[in-house]
């Protein structure tokens, strides 16, 4: 971070098979805002899945293409998940996993096992551009974890707009609710970044800025032609 123009920021590890082992390890350790989170893309593809299994897959292929040699950079199979792999690694610090899309109740439970804090940011309609799939929010919400709503980027996304996010995941969650939701995109990514004491949500002393979601029914329900307006 930077006193002078008041930024925030934190070193990531972007995803399980482009960081080894001992680079985990030293991002983890490093103390530029060592506070917040390390965000990290969790189980997007199901190549990052294989990867670590047994070292075979897309994902095998494509270093191969490159020239590049895993078990020379301390790569190897571990008979297991990506994230059961890599946590362990990193047990110093709190987590941002994003995406999640091949994540499983039993990844889920480990998680659960960690003294420090994880966080699961859904980026719903970058999985359907990318994979034409989304996680299983509901065994998100029968666990009781933390959730959170991103977009990733335009590379991946056709806009920015968490309200159409939210659709996704009402569209595809027997248990999501209005409100929950709307936790997910306030208060828990406030959390999440280290920022509730500021943002997230309406109470005093604190900053969040209004947001007016139209075409609410009257039942509170978020309807598929809904739309988001800043107001302050």
């Known amino acids: ?116 804090p994880v966080y699961w940011c859904f980026c719903p309609n970058a999985n359907l551009f990318i994979e034409d799939r989304v996680p299983d929010f509901d065994q998100f919400i029968e666990a009781g974890v933390t959730c959170v709503l991103g977009t990733d980027s335009l590379a991946s996304n056709w806009q920015l707009d968490i309200l159409e996010e939210i659709k996704v995941v009402m569209q595809h969650s027997r248990l999501a609710d209005t409100s929950m939701l709307l936790r997910w995109a306030t208060q828990n990514g406030a959390q999440a970044l280290g920022l509730g004491h500021t943002l997230g949500t309406l109470t005093k002393g604190l900053k969040p800025g209004l947001v007016l979601i139209d075409g609410v029914d009257q039942r509170g329900e978020i309807s598929p032609c809904s739309k988001a307006r800043r107001l302050m």
């Not at 080894?20 to 030293?26: H, T, Y």
């Open 1 to 116: 971070g930077t006193e002078e123009n008041h930024h925030t920021a934190s070193l990531t590890a972007h995803a399980p098979y482009s960081v080894s082992k001992r680079l985990f390890g030293l991002i983890a350790e490093h103390g530029v805002n060592a506070h917040l989170p390390l965000s990290i893309h969790n189980q997007e593809t199901k190549a990052e899945l294989e990867l670590f299994y047994d070292m075979n897959g897309d994902f095998r292929e494509m270093f191969e293409r490159f020239g590049i040699d895993l078990e020379a950079h301390g790569f190897e199979a571990t008979g297991k998940s990506s994230l059961q792999s890599y946590l362990p690694w990193i047990e110093q610090r709190a987590v941002l996993l994003i995406h999640n899309t091949f994540t499983t109740e039993s990844d889920i439970d480990f998680a659960k096992q960690r003294a420090q």
